[in-house]
């Protein structure tokens, strides 16, 4: 079974810094999708960032990009010019042959002033 | 447009009676899913519907857990004689896809269940 594993249950960054959150996967399949999903206090949860397995291009949107290495398994998500509004939950997610999302523990992220 | 929506939001019962929780999703998604998240056991995968039908009831921890759709939309998950371990928020989310992968799953607010 594929195990999404993120080490850090809590971080914290100043305003405007750069702050990059870790995610690593166990899989034996090769064709596969991967998530990093925001939660805020509202519970709403909302797609941050998706990264295609056989896309050796990172993703990035606006100020959130990935670093996905494939063969170490790993999935990092850094946000850049943080913001009091990024304070949130932050899931990784696995989708593999089937289509249900696998998720992390989560991280929670403190964004101070 | 509207997203995807869910009632109750907040649910308490009391330990054995039965709850329904309901996921409306957007229009169009033949997709559905429900999740379940709990302080213990993180997000859950409970069941994915692709049209009426749910090729995949994985998740679903025991058989006092059901759920259907009915028309392609609407779905209801069912909980028989709740107890006190089923407490959590459950999630509900819809994707455009079909047989694709990858599609992005639009999540529901959830509805905060507690069993008293």
């Known amino acids: 079974a594929q195990t999404v594993t993120q080490s850090q249950p809590e971080m914290s960054v100043q305003e405007a810094e750069t702050v990059t959150l870790s995610c690593t996967y166990d899989?034996?399949?090769?064709?596969?999708?991967l998530f990093w999903y925001k939660q805020p206090p509202s519970r709403q949860m909302i797609l941050v960032i998706r990264?295609?397995?056989?896309?050796?291009q990172n993703a990035t949107e606006n100020r959130f990009s990935v670093n996905f290495q494939k063969a170490a398994k790993s999935f990092s998500l850094k946000i850049s010019d943080s913001q009091l509004g990024d304070a949130a939950m932050y899931f990784c997610a696995y989708q593999g042959g089937s289509e249900k999302l696998v998720f992390g523990k989560g991280t929670k992220l403190t964004v101070n002033p | 447009g509207a997203g995807v929506s869910q009632s109750p939001s907040n649910k308490v019962t009391e330990k054995g009676k039965d709850v329904e929780l309901r996921c409306d999703p957007i229009?169009?998604?033949?997709?559905l899913y429900w999740y379940r998240q709990s302080l213990g056991q993180g997000l859950e995968f409970l069941i994915y519907?692709?049209?009426?039908?749910?090729?995949?009831k994985s998740g679903l921890p025991s058989d006092r857990f059901s759920a259907e759709r009915t028309g392609g939309s609407v779905s209801t998950l069912t909980i028989q004689r709740t107890q006190q371990e089923d407490s959590a928020v459950y999630l509900c989310?819809?994707?455009?896809?079909?047989?694709?992968?990858?599609?992005?799953?639009?999540f529901g607010p959830g509805t905060r269940l507690t069993v008293t």
């Open positions: 519907f692709q049209g009426n039908s749910a090729p995949d």
């Open positions: 990264q295609e397995a056989y896309k050796q």
């Open positions: 229009s169009g998604h033949t997709a």
């Open positions: 899989t034996s399949e090769s064709d596969y999708y």
């Open positions: 989310a819809s994707s455009p896809g079909g047989t694709g992968k990858g599609y992005e799953q639009y």
